[in-house]
């Protein structure tokens, strides 16, 4: 089983920026494809970027250049640096792992997620 535990959202104006966290436990991240995926209100989930096993990153369209994300293994957390935010990225934000070698197929584990208000 694997158990993540998200922290690090709150209101900041447009141009600030957060750094969300999310804390996993009964498996090692260096073992893992984690993700982060956000949902607005009325709106579809859309994923944010992803850190395989090997370190390697990804990241959809909407996160290049202001995310960030990357993973303490020491501690087994999973970072996500957000930039120059806008209020459209207004949304909750959830941590979600997967295992078996997969990255961003079916996330079988998920954080409870954290809100990220930004205003104008």
Known sequence: QVQLVESGG???QAGGSLRLSCVASGYSVSKLC??????????????????KSDGS???????KGRFTISR?????IVYLQMA???PEDTAMYYCAAESGGYCFTAFGYWGQG?????SA
């Open 114 to 118: 954290t809100q990220v208000t930004v």
């Open 34 to 51: 984690m993700g982060w995926i956000r949902q607005a209100p009325g709106k579809e989930r859309e994923g944010l970027g992803s850190i």
């Open 57 to 63: 990153t990804a990241y959809a369209h909407s996160a």
């Open 10 to 12: 709150g209101s900041v």
């Open 84 to 86: 120059d935010l806008q």
């Open 72 to 76: 303490d293994n020491a501690k087994n």
